[in-house]
């Protein structure tokens, strides 16, 4: 069986993955290069906006931007306090933390700049455009504090390839624009897995027609207007859970595809279903519970149930005439997940320059 939105299960939906760890993670000795290098201090009271400025602007010049060595800058666990935007030049930078809920970075409450929720701020920013390339978000939390109205977590573009992964994005007073905000050109193809939003208009914003973001063991908790948010692009999404009052989905234009599996929506409200489409919808086990009046309610008319086993909003074709109307329900095999706390399996890893594949030295610490 084949339509439009199905024929993007088999390129686009990755498999569920165990929930964020709550353990501080082991690294090596030199792994990346650390942020207090640059003087930024955990958990001392001060703005670290400057430090972490300068640690991502290291080596990125006009002339050395695109074509950069990879960074990858190493937060160890605390909490980071800023002031205002963290941002960069060109490609291949990696965030990696010791573990969501153990590094932190922290909006100050209150801040001027991120008071205005019709001109919204990010805390964290990667640059824009189709050649944002390999920008990677690994085990850490983006804390927008309270009083934030017009912040989001991360404004996050990373075309053809870069991950958000163990990631927790908190608005401490469920105020700020969006935890995760994709709604610049052009986001995707990317992985956004193992992410818990907290609080915010909307958890997930997304927006564009390319390139196809895929989500995987998402977790969104007390948004005012909704989960994930789709302005026309195509999502394709697994594993995902919801609490609170406003739908799970909304994906208003006609040219917006959501493609939902094994996921679960508590909450709503008596006249709101979890998912709300006006465009094309696939879906498969798929349950509410709480007040919502059903999965789906598309192009304004309720699909009845509070369990989907399979739904397809579009026509559904086939080779044979008398072929079943739905898809062959395979497993879908789990991606793996590895850490290795003994730092002295680890190798090294040497990258020159963006798009090097690099040498790895077993039994040596390693850089990344």
């Known amino acids: ?32 290069t650390s942020i207090l290098e640059y003087g930024a201090i955990p958990d001392d009271g001060q703005d670290d906006t400057r430090a972490i400025r300068a640690a991502l602007s290291d080596e990125r010049t006009e002339d050395v931007d695109y074509y950069g060595r990879p960074k990858c800058l190493f937060f160890p666990a605390g909490t980071y306090n800023v002031s205002d935007t963290l941002s960069w030049r060109g490609c291949a930078v990696t965030v990696q933390g010791e573990g969501a809920g153990v590094t932190i970075i922290r ?14 701020r990010a805390v964290i920013r990667t640059p824009s455009g189709n050649m944002a390339f390999r920008h990677n978000f690994h085990d850490l939390t983006v ?92 999502l394709a999404i697994r594993n995902l859970s919801t609490s609170g009052t406003v739908p799970a989905i909304r994906n208003p234009v006609s040219w917006g595809y959501v493609i939902v599996l094994d996921s679960r929506f508590n909450g709503g409200g008596a006249s709101i279903s979890a998912i709300e489409s006006g465009g094309l919808v696939y879906a498969r086990n798929v349950t509410v519970d709480g007040a919502f009046q059903s999965v789906i309610r598309q192009k304004g008319a309720v699909v009845p149930g509070k369990t989907v086993g399979e739904y397809v909003s579009d026509s559904v074709y086939s080779l044979w005439e008398d072929a079943p109307k ?25 990258g020159r320059w963006y798009g090097d594949m690099g040498v790895v030295q077993p039994a040596e610490r390693s850089t990344m």
């Not at 339509?3 to 993955?17: C, E, P, Q, W």
Request: net charge negative; with cysteine.
């Open 326 to 350: 739905r898809s062959l329900g395979l497993a879908i095999a789990e991606t793996p997940e590895y850490h290795d706390q003994d730092t002295a399996r680890w190798g090294r890893y040497e």
């Open 107 to 120: 909006l100050a409450d209150a801040t001027p700049l991120f008071g205005n929720s019709s001109a919204p």
């Open 1 to 32: 069986m084949i339509t439009h939105a199905l024929a993007m299960i088999t390129t686009a939906i990755l498999v569920s993955t165990p929930a964020l760890r709550a353990e501080r993670l082991a690294f090596p000795s030199g792994i990346g």
């Open 143 to 234: 804390n927008t504090g309270s009083g934030n109205p017009g912040a989001i977590g991360l404004d996050y573009i990373s075309s053809n390839c870069g991950t958000v992964k163990n990631v927790s994005i908190v608005s401490e007073d469920r105020s700020g624009v969006a935890g995760l905000d994709m709604t610049r050109q052009w986001p995707g193809p990317l992985l956004i897995k193992n992410l818990t939003v907290t609080g915010f208009d909307c958890g997930i914003r997304v927006a564009h027609s390319e390139y196809g973001p895929t989500f995987e063991n998402i977790t969104l908790v007390n948004q005012n207007a909704a989960g994930i948010d789709n302005d026309g692009n195509i």
